[in-house]
């Protein structure tokens, strides 16, 4: 087994540092944010800016492997300067996280990026071997290193613990947090660029065939693949007979078939080319046909869902794929799966023009559903002079089915787009609404509302009361849905309901402390989904008492409603 040396680990990182740096400044800064984050969380930093540094740190792999086949200096220049100027306009002006559309957006382009990692080097390659050989290399490294940095956090990890068990150190979690930090944000990608092929040898003709490859391909994925088509066109015999229509689910399955099969087919690729396999020959060569009437039977599918639902942005980007699975059927049967490069070439490009742009799936789904939101408030007769009219008090009956397709739709819209889409409708400023304040305001039908899940808790280790001037300590908790006393005892009984604490004493029928918890839970409304809070946040003090809210967790009905599922305090009287 050979031997790793200082100076072997030298060279490599002086070679990662040569070929990566651009990669690694914007690693750095994924770095750095993070710590920020963790050990001074008062300071505002904006999502936009880690989305950016991650950005543009898998812009610059791709670009890197540009740059070393490029020896022209203003490209050169060009090449570097681009992308940060690109991802800078992107991040900084167009995105905004508060939205699902633009978290779709940042996957998808964060996708684009590592794909054309794989086929950039090789776009003027005639033969396929090297690319096969370096996709090969690179995902077989990208295991190793997740493994590697998993087994060192767990490790150190460990070790820190064993420090805080055993010598009674009390370590902060923020020690473990800046620790997966330095395992998988610095360690990670610096071990899988040191690891990732040379120039000199990446075109290597090299179509060495693993037996592990072999095994899993033939003996695997084949079989499976073989079995998955069998069942798929059972059930396409099956609706022709019965003449129905496909279930909705067939496009999802299709897609699976789809992309496995590529997928069995990169892999297989060596022993194509051997042409000593009769199956591997047939997988090749006629893959494609076979998958060719499935696809229709999803085209079918997807059609189905959008004549009753609409237009969504899965929808959409299904339909998309769908379409692509066309283009590359066909050029896979004409070439006789002689270039396998392109399945990835053309879905990276593909990905890349419907995820940005006003031709963006995001875009005409907005467009569509603006479309359609405006056609139904015109048919039930909600729109006067292109404003929203006020029907919270039901002046305007609206039928059921226009009634639910409408809500739906806003609160779809609502949910992916915000409110700029409905603000044209009201003359106020609308910023601060949600999907059921138009819902209201529409007079629509609500059967079935949304909830949002809270869980909001004390950073204990931080937790100083000041408790001298109480003479009673009263400690509350057991809150579950169907049951509001949170204390009882002889002379003492305290309730929560509608969001307000009562306090008896001595068995009187009227409390003789009254609590509000609203601004309590408005902050845990506007906060994330689980939250840790300082003492001072969770704490109301009043003339004779102190509450310190320990923990509460429960489901927001709208932001006016609380479901509460429990809570745990401290409740001081005086």
């Avoid at 070929?19 to 008062?42: K, M, Q």
């Avoid at 059609?303 to 609409?310: A, H």
């Avoid at 890349?352 to 569509?368: A, C, E, Q």
């Avoid at 629509?444 to 009361?465: G, S």
Wanted: glycine share 4%; charged share 20%; hydrophobic share 50%.
């Amino acid at each position: 087994m050979k031997k790793l040396s200082i100076q072997e680990l030298t060279t490599k990182l002086l070679l990662v540092l040569q070929r990566f740096y651009l990669v690694l400044i914007f690693l750095i800064g994924t770095a750095l944010f993070f710590f920020v984050r963790i050990n001074y969380p008062d300071h505002k930093l904006e999502d936009s800016t880690l989305a950016f540094f991650i950005l543009t740190s898998l812009f610059y792999i791709p670009v890197s492997f540009l740059l070393e086949n490029n020896t022209k200096m203003i490209q050169r220049l060009l090449l570097m300067v681009i992308p940060v100027l690109l991802m800078g306009y992107y991040c900084f002006i167009l995105l905004n996280l508060d939205l699902p559309i633009d978290q779709y957006q940042v996957f998808i382009l964060g996708l684009v990026f590592v794909l054309f990692s794989f086929v950039v080097p090789f776009l003027k390659n005639e033969t396929d071997v090297p690319f096969w050989t370096f996709t090969k290399i690179v995902v077989t490294q990208i295991i190793i290193t997740v493994l590697f940095a998993s087994v060192l956090f767990a490790g150190l990890s460990l070790a820190i613990y064993s420090l805080e068990v055993l010598f009674k150190i009390d370590i902060s979690d923020k020690v473990y947090q800046n620790l997966s930090v330095l395992c998988y944000i610095l360690f990670a990608p610096v071990y899988f660029l040191s690891n990732v092929p040379e120039k000199a040898e990446m075109f290597k003709q090299d179509n060495t065939f693993d037996k592990f490859f072999k095994i899993l391909g033939l003996y695997i994925f084949l079989p499976i693949l073989a079995l998955y088509t069998l069942i798929l066109y059972v059930y396409l015999v099956q609706i022709i007979i019965k003449w129905e229509l496909p279930n909705g689910w067939v496009s999802t399955l299709v897609s699976i078939l789809g992309l496995g099969g590529f997928l069995c087919m990169f892999i297989l690729y060596p022993l194509r080319l051997q042409n000593d396999n009769k199956f591997v020959n047939i997988l090749s060569k006629y893959f494609s046909v076979v998958l060719m009437p499935l696809l229709v039977l999803m085209s079918i599918g997807i059609f189905r869902r959008l004549g009753d639902y609409g237009l969504t942005i899965n929808r959409c980007l299904v339909l998309i794929l769908n379409l692509w699975f066309y283009g590359i059927s066909i050029y896979l049967f004409i070439t006789k799966s002689k270039h396998l490069k392109w399945i990835v070439i053309s879905f990276a490009t593909v990905a890349l023009i419907v995820s940005v742009g006003p031709w963006s799936v995001f875009s005409i789904t907005k467009h569509s559903m603006e479309k359609e939101i405006r056609q139904l408030l015109n048919d039930a007769k909600l729109l006067k002079d292109g404003k929203i009219v006020d029907n919270s008090k039901f002046a305007v009956v609206v039928d059921t089915i226009t009634s639910k397709r409408l809500s739906e739709d806003v609160k779809y819209t609502f949910r992916n787009f915000g409110y700029t889409c409905f603000q044209p409708y009201f003359k106020q400023s609308i910023k601060k609404w949600d999907a059921f304040d138009v819902i209201d305001k529409l007079g629509l039908k609500n059967e079935e509302q949304e909830y949002t899940y809270f869980n909001a808790y004390t950073n204990r280790k931080d937790m100083i009361i000041s408790i001298e001037s109480y003479k009673k300590f009263i400690e509350l908790n057991g809150y579950t849905k169907g049951r509001d006393t949170l204390c009882s005892t002889a002379d003492l009984k305290v309730v929560l309901k509608n969001k307000i604490l009562f306090v008896y004493q001595n068995g009187a029928k009227n409390p003789t402390i009254t609590i509000s918890l609203a601004n309590k839970f408005n902050m845990f409304h506007q906060g994330n989904d689980d939250r840790t809070f300082d003492t001072k946040d969770m704490t109301i003090e009043g003339v004779n008492y102190k509450l310190v809210i320990l923990s509460a967790s429960g489901n927001f009905i709208r932001q006016d409603s609380v479901s509460l599922n429990n809570m745990d305090a401290y409740l001081f009287l005086k």
